[in-house]
């Protein structure tokens, strides 16, 4: 009684509250423990030993302070058997949600939310067309495949109760406590390859959104959006005799030529919004650096290979750090790579081995086409004759209700995306939109990661690069002998006519895939004389050097400064390569500056007096100049351009302005919405920094000097699954940041942001790496996030703060330091 006399001594409505306030904080006391403990039970063991059934060996997994893993095998199989163990140990929910996205499943999950992009998928049929290629790939390829799986389950059998595999399994039991995971299986890791080709699929969006412009004004005028590449400005990659930038005119047949074309046009743009933000959808910023430098130019005598591929931000990052080793490197067993890896995907995507080094970017070729159709009924129009729809049936289940069947509707180029959306009334006659895409014909591409592991060379590379069939990459090379070179690959169809800008009249038969261009003709270039090669999505080669890859490339800004920086540095080292990657020097700026600051005036305007156009997050300028740049946007198109066709505010922008800007009556500058006026071009950018000045006062303050470009300029690393769920508890527990970040859209460092949404970022350098091929222990990289998919987990963004500043980590290869500065080491025993 003793212990409670101070309790007693208080008055009787005190004394309650007390007692309630004891009670509220043991039971807060409890559920931090329980969540604690749920949290984490799913941590992976990273030491001591542990049973993995199928191994023809004993396997070491060392870990280092950032839990990157380095394993050591007798055996290939035995490698990517581990690959899989470990991969399912730090990422396996990601995995598992990610094979529901490729095959169109994710309703199992979460319900009718998802419903529409399960429709998208299946009518694009990812998973039907990665069962089809299971059987092309090479024999090894297959071998590596089903190690690979059998990797993943023996962690599945280790781990059957889903609240050991992932906090996600948790909180998916709120609402789907039934769930069990399926057993892994090849196919699930060749239909991720499909949705990165998703991530990377080129025009699709500039052909859609030529199309639907074209349906509120004139197509000369939409013409003026879709400039030429700059030829004369910024590089291309293999420089060669081209014959300058002009391009053949070609009508907008499609669009102009159905009147009731804007539904099925609009639907499809839905449909590609109804995919998941994970998977870019035509985000600003998509892309990627990578360049390549030869010894002749470096402060070592051996080349240097930097990689920075840009997409849209995933939590946990999309991609996972491993080196695979062979303890003793033969034919029989030949890997030792080091790089970057998909989880849930054998081996490594962009990395080094102990001869040679890759990276890529993407090429950007015309590899898709919308085709206007004419259906009617179960039929649609070709060559003047009408031909049977192909169907099929898809069931869709979705937890907590019944199951949705769809019917996909094809013509002879593709499904009818336009359907996907429609209702009954709308999908049944009249114009309809296919889609001829690379992507839904089986392929190799799977071939080409395991010949990359293991090429010894030149040769072997270029080899390697013949099965990269999609998404097409350029493909940078280096290796120790001191060779570089560039290659690009891809399954690039040859058109029957024009030339893949405008979506196509399906009934002609007129514009047809006839073949795809050989790879012998697609650019290529080793050890250039001027002892570099810079990709960064510009133009591959100039027009008339070479077939027709597409017209529709990035326009050249971060190349150009690529090149720039390189081309003024006579001797290169590790460290230059990096400080190159976190350039933010703004391409567009000098051209739009002067304008803004002949006819503005104020605290704001003053801001660009003698600012050198970089972005850095902490920038007063970059904000400004930014919001203006947005504003200008705003104003000047979307009172005429529909959803789908509006500005994002990307490099196509920079030169759409640039062209304007030199014609201050353009009917562009016009605000349609006004009446009994005309604007002109000094009118929209005094409104542009009107409204600029506005904004930025009301969310910075009426400081313009302390205004901070970072400040409106933040990246929030989004779960990709519960992490926009609208629950504020469960959101925490996934997302982490915001973060400050400087760079912008079409800047070396590239995060990308949408005008018409703001300045948050979409896409990102998604890793940085720099490959010293003087010495490979040297080189250096850094992941967005970090090696763990466990929230909560020491690595599950323990990167992000170094990514965010532009600081890597050792990049370690050579076993003795691997051994030595492992932090954690685990066996894998048979």
Known sequence: MARFAPLARLPRPARWAVRILILLMTITLILTLYVRWTIQRSFPDLDGNVTVKGLGASVTVHRDRWGVPQIYADTAEDLVRAEGYVHAQDRFWEMDFRRHVTAGRLSELFGDSTLDTDKVVRTLGWRRVAEQELALVRPDTRRYLEAYAAGVNAWLSQNRNTSTQSLEYAVLGLQNSGYRPEPWTPVDSLAWLKAMAWDLRSNMEDELGRAIAATKVPAARVDQLFPDYPYDRNPVIVPGPGSGGERDSEPPAGAAAEPDAKGPLERVSRALKAMPAMMGNGTPGIGSNSWVVAGSRTTTGRPLLANDPHLAPHMPSLWYQVGLHCKQTSPACPLDVTGFSFSGVPGVVIG???????????????????????????????????????????????????????????????????????????????????????????????????????????????????????????????????????????????????????????????????????????????????????????????????????????????????????????????????????????????????????????????????????????????????????????????????????????????????????????????????????????????????????????????????????????????????GTSGIAPIEWLFNRGPMKLGGGAAIVDATGWDAQEGYGVTAVPSMRMVVDLADLDRSRWVNLTGASGHAFADHYWDQAPLWARGATIPMRSRADTIRREAEHTLTLRP
């Not at 293991?454 to 590379?461: E, I, K, L, N, Q």
């Not at 929209?684 to 901070?708: Q, S």
């Open 352 to 722: 080094h081995n102990d001869r040679i080094a890759w990276g890529f970017t993407n090429l950007g070729p015309d590899v898709s086409d919308l085709y206007l159709e004419r259906v009617s009924g179960g039929t649609y129009e070709y060559k003047g004759k009408r031909e049977p729809l192909t169907t099929r049936t898809e069931r869709i289940e979705v937890a907590g209700s019944k199951p949705v069947t769809i019917n996909v509707r094809s013509t002879r180029h593709g499904p009818l995306l336009s359907d996907v959306l429609a209702d009954a009334r709308t999908a049944g006659h009249g114009s309809a939109v296919a889609l001829r895409w690379t992507a839904l014909d089986p392929g190799r591409t799977a071939d080409a990661i395991v010949l990359l592991n293991t090429a010894r060379d030149w040769t072997d590379f270029r080899a390697a690069a013949k099965s990269f069939e999609v998404p097409a990459q350029n493909l940078v090379y280096a290796d120790v002998d001191g060779g570089i070179g560039y290659q690009a690959p891809g399954r690039i169809p040859v058109r029957t006519k024009g030339d893949g800008r405008w979506p196509a009249q399906g009934w002609t038969g007129d514009q047809e895939w006839k073949g795809f261009i050989p790879f012998d003709e697609l650019p290529s270039v080793h050890n250039p004389e001027r002892g570099y090669i810079v990709t960064a999505n510009n133009a591959a080669a100039a027009p008339g050097d070479g077939p027709l890859l597409t017209k529709d490339w990035s326009y050249g800004y971060r190349a150009a400064r690529i090149d720039e920086l390189v081309a003024a540095t006579p001797k290169m080292d590790a460290a230059t390569m990096g400080r190159i990657q976190m350039d933010t020097r703004n391409g567009f700026a000098p051209a739009l500056v002067p304008h803004l600051q002949r006819v503005g005036s104020g605290a704001a305007v003053e801001l660009l007096r003698g600012w050198n156009f970089d972005q850095g997050k902490d920038s007063a300028a970059a904000a400004f100049y930014n919001a203006a740049y947005r504003h200008l946007l705003l104003r000047t198109f979307n009172d005429e351009l529909p959803e789908g066709a509006r500005p994002d505010g990307g490099d196509r922008w920079f030169e759409v302005l640039r062209a304007l800007l030199d014609k201050p009556d353009d009917p562009w500058w016009d605000d349609m919405r006004t009446t009994g006026a005309k604007e002109t071009r000094d009118d929209m950018l005094r409104v542009a920094l009107k409204d600029a000045d506005a904004e930025l006062r009301d969310r910075l303050g009426g400081a313009p000097a302390e205004w901070k470009w970072g400040d409106l300029h933040t990246l929030t690393l989004t779960n990709e699954s519960f």
